[in-house]
């Protein structure tokens, strides 16, 4: 491991616990590739195990049209999801606890085995789902301003700060993911729509995606483990004081507060 890499990720593990943004890694370093930033992410993982930390799930981020956009790239990223990462429906956050947090709803993935890339298909996902959950993922940038590109997100875990699971579970037998739609409120005000088509087409194609990518790493993903697919629409800014609501009709909703 290049001094290099743990450098950058003791900056964002300290970014984490301080609640102040660095400034971004591409700015500093033309030299560093995605690569490198996974492998910043990795130490990052090493480190927080060490810690007493453990690995519930992964993440996909960047699967929308709008979030590709955003930030100006063409592919997705992956994060990792961590025991104290995981909140309860109706579950409260201090912002004063993150650098400067969005919301994003997303249809999460449990998973009856493993599957391990790198030819994972569309039709593996579906046969490997134990059920699906509503959940709104909580982002944050420990890089300022949010000013980051693809690397600088990749190497900050995906931009992951939270998730919000919903109490309802359901088997995909009677569902239509691709449809389904989704409805986000803040504040009991209508800010987004969206459906699971926004993740790559469905949200199983961007965890194939995920399986297929983590193999290049070495790492695969596990039973049980809780797999966000992608945000089904942009991302949207909270502060205190904000309630936020995701309902994905079947899917069940899932609300999170603010203070």
Not at 71 to 85: F, I, Q, S
């Amino acid at each position: 491991m290049s001094t290099k890499i743990e450098n950058y990720a003791s900056e964002l593990l300290e970014a984490e616990k301080t609640c102040k943004g660095i400034a971004p890694l591409t700015d500093r370093d033309s030299s560093l590739t995605v690569e490198d930033a996974y492998y910043i992410q990795l130490e990052m993982v090493k480190r927080k195990l060490a810690e007493g930390r453990t690995v519930i799930g992964k993440k996909v981020g960047l699967t929308s049209v709008a979030m590709q956009k955003m930030l100006n790239v063409d592919e997705p990223d992956y994060g990792h999801l961590y025991d104290d990462m995981e909140l309860k429906n109706e579950a409260s956050i201090k912002v004063d606890t993150m650098v400067s947090p969005k919301v994003e709803a997303e249809i999460g993935f449990v998973l009856s085995e493993d599957l391990v890339g790198p030819n994972v298909t569309f039709l593996d996902v579906m046969m490997a789902t134990k059920y699906v959950v509503p959940t709104i993922e909580v982002i944050d940038s420990r890089v300022s301003d949010w000013n980051i590109k693809l690397i600088d997100t990749v190497a900050d875990n995906g931009s992951s700060a939270k998730v919000v699971v919903g109490d309802k579970q359901s088997t995909l037998e009677t569902l239509d993911l691709r449809t389904n739609s989704m409805v986000l409120y803040k504040n009991e005000e209508l800010i987004a729509t969206g459906a699971g088509a926004a993740a790559l087409g469905h949200p199983a194609h961007a965890v194939a995606w995920l399986a297929n990518k983590l193999h290049e790493f070495g790492i695969t993903l596990k039973k049980d483990e809780l797999i966000l697919p992608g945000a089904l629409s942009g991302a949207v800014v909270v502060e205190a004081g904000d309630t936020i609501t995701a309902d994905f009709g079947p899917v069940g909703s899932v609300t999170v507060h603010f203070e």
